[in-house]
């Protein structure tokens, strides 16, 4: 007869045959049985526990891990206001296509229809959060339902899934092995039929162009893409979760990054194009009633979902299919001597030297204060490929979408689909984790910076050596400049005074500050070279934010 085993020993052996290296939470009565068996599990490879200070911080560290990894990152909480603190984390992450298992500490089982101590219903609240909810009602199940949420995390469209563990589950004997290993999909081609229609488009378009979204992103995807890009030259817009897919060598194909606003390059080129080949393209990153306004001539939508279909997005040739494989495919079938055309050509040219002139633009700002180009500009000279830069939301987070160039996928990262505040210092301590040895930046306003800025205590006690930029300008500023462009003034925007140095002091982190172009280089220098976290407070001049809804085209506020 096999050992007797716990429910909550079962589910961590589960973790492990799915490769799980980590759990990010907070305890509780109703789960501290799993965070018990977690810290002194004599399992080899056994995930390692990292107490956070607030739920949702800990699974948007866990969402970080799912986009970084494309493997969920795991999440476990107490039950009540324990699992409702993560519903936040967990919507951003089903948004946004990131793989997060979430474990929710429950009631015993015979009190679950009692008014009792935390007691909530966890499965029912987080259906609306999750992709997949359920309640294990006999450890035995455990391993089946914790190994159905990593499936269904990774399947279609990636996303957060929910478990809810009442406690007396967790401590109930199990009887059951557990679920080996999940065995690797295997790809789906497109029809050879279908595979030519999509030939003859592209041969004959004048201008096709590629508009590269989150599913794009990774390292699968873009290494199939650029195997096409190296055949044949065409331009590429990227989404923000799209950021990266363009490498060195490939610079010439990269004409920018779209959403929020319709007045950038991307959107030019895009109403220009008589053929958008989206690939991976997910609508909740840039809607298309944005982009294709006009309602382009043609669409090809490749990816491993069906789309959304809109009056605005309504594709000629829908790929259900791996994409990486679609585009090998594609690449494969392309004629040697397909190119577009002298006048195509020439058209893009133009439009690239205007382009590649948006971060030379002359910069002022007022004493003691640094303008958002000169920050993007003094930060890209100190990174190199391999760093990380994680962006909250807020006006940085146009600028740094706008003027920063990143050149592998999955290493600037946005909340573009929820734009959620407070997930840059969680996502660089997730970055951090899984790119140990690699520079890892996290960039905040002053306003989102402190919905998460208590993880700095986490950053310091697990010695991470993360640079955390905060644009510090008093104000709520992506809210007050959109006001202020609607109605003429702002409201509800202002915030008060805090001195960021002393802050990050006081958890035992480094605290500079830096007014200037020169001050900031020499801070970062400082900041690489540092053991643990660093704060650099950057007073911003945000004067020129109007220039961000400046029409190239009629602009659309958001």
Known sequence: MADKKRGSQAL???????????????????????FEDLQYSDQPNAPQLIVTRHEQNAAFIAQGIGRLTGKPGVVATTSGPGVSNLVTGLMTATAEGDPVIGLGGQVPRDDLARLTHQSIPSKELMSVAAKSSVEVQDANNLSEAFTNAYNTATSGKAGATFISLPSDVLSDNVERPEMAPLAKSERTQTSPTTLNKVIDMIKNAKLPVILAGMRASSQEVTESLHKLLEKVALPVVETYQGAGVISHELIDDYFGRVGLF????????????????????????????????????????????????????????????????????????????????????????????VFDRQNEVKTTAKPGTIHPIDIVNELQKKVDDNTTVTVDVGSHYIWMARHFRIYRPRHLLFSNGMQ???????????AKLVRPNEKVVSVSGDGGFLFSGQELETAVRLNLNIVQLIWDDGYYDMVKFQEEAKYGKNAGVKLGKVNFVKYAES????????????????????????????????PVDYSDNIKLKSALLKDILN
């Open 12 to 34: 961590i052996k589960s973790m492990i045959n799915q490769d799980i290296k980590y759990v990010f939470g907070i305890p509780g009565a109703k789960v501290d049985q799993l």
């Open 262 to 353: 319709r007045n950038q390059i991307g959107d030019t080129l895009l109403k220009q194009s008589d053929l958008v080949i989206a690939v991976g393209y997910d609508p909740v990153e840039y809607e298309a009633r944005n982009w294709n306004v006009e309602h382009n001539d043609q669409i090809i939508n490749i990816d491993s979902i069906s789309p959304e279909l809109t009056v605005d997005y309504q594709p000629d040739v829908v790929i259900e299919a791996d994409i990486a494989g679609t585009l090998d495919a594609l690449t494969d079938a392309l004629p040697a001597d397909y190119k577009l055309s002298t006048e195509t050509v020439h058209q893009l040219t133009e439009l690239r030297q």
């Open 420 to 430: 959620t505040l407070g997930v840059s210092l969680p996502w660089a301590i997730a």
């Open 507 to 538: 958890f035992g982190a480094t605290g500079l500050r830096a007014t200037n172009p020169d001050e900031l280089s020499q801070a970062l220098d400082q900041a690489f070279n540092a053991n643990g976290p660093v704060i650099i407070d950057i």
